[in-house]
Nanobody
Framework: VQLQACGGGLVQAGGSLRLSCAAS????????MGWFRQAPGKEREFVSA????????YYADSVRGRFTISRDNAKSTGYLQMNSLKPEDTAVYYC???????????????WGQGTQVTVSS
């Protein structure tokens, strides 16, 4: 199983980025997906989750209203659209997949490598 996250980069405060997470080696539609982030010196933080069908989504309070999670099961890819970015959003972002729909700082079945997001002030 591989989860390949990409789309990170350097952006000014107020800007936008769209992260992608391409899954392989699993039946993507059988897995819920989540996004997490970890800033330097801080613990990993839950960002958002989406159910297998995409009908149910959940966001951390810190990103609700600014970030949008979505998925395209036909492409085995998940997305995280990040708008109105703030310097405090700077972190390595990770995607993860799990058989169950989970929110919060919990363990997922599979994890991808991270993609760096840096927001300058």
């Amino acid at each position: 199983v591989q989860l390949q996250a990409c789309g990170g980069g350097l952006v000014q405060a107020g800007g936008s980025l769209r992260l992608s997470c391409a899954a392989s080696g699993l039946t993507f539609s059988n897995y819920a997906m989540g996004w997490f982030r970890q800033a330097p010196g801080k613990e990993r933080e839950f960002v958002s989750a989406i159910s297998r069908t995409g009908i149910t989504t959940y966001y951390a309070d810190s990103v609700r209203g600014r970030f949008t999670i979505s998925r395209d099961n036909a492409k085995s890819t998940g997305y995280l659209q990040m708008n109105s970015l703030k310097p405090e959003d700077t972190a390595v972002y990770y995607c993860a997949a799990d058989k169950g729909f989970k929110t919060g700082n919990v363990i997922y079945d599979y994890w991808g490598q991270g993609t760096q997001v840096t927001v300058s002030s």
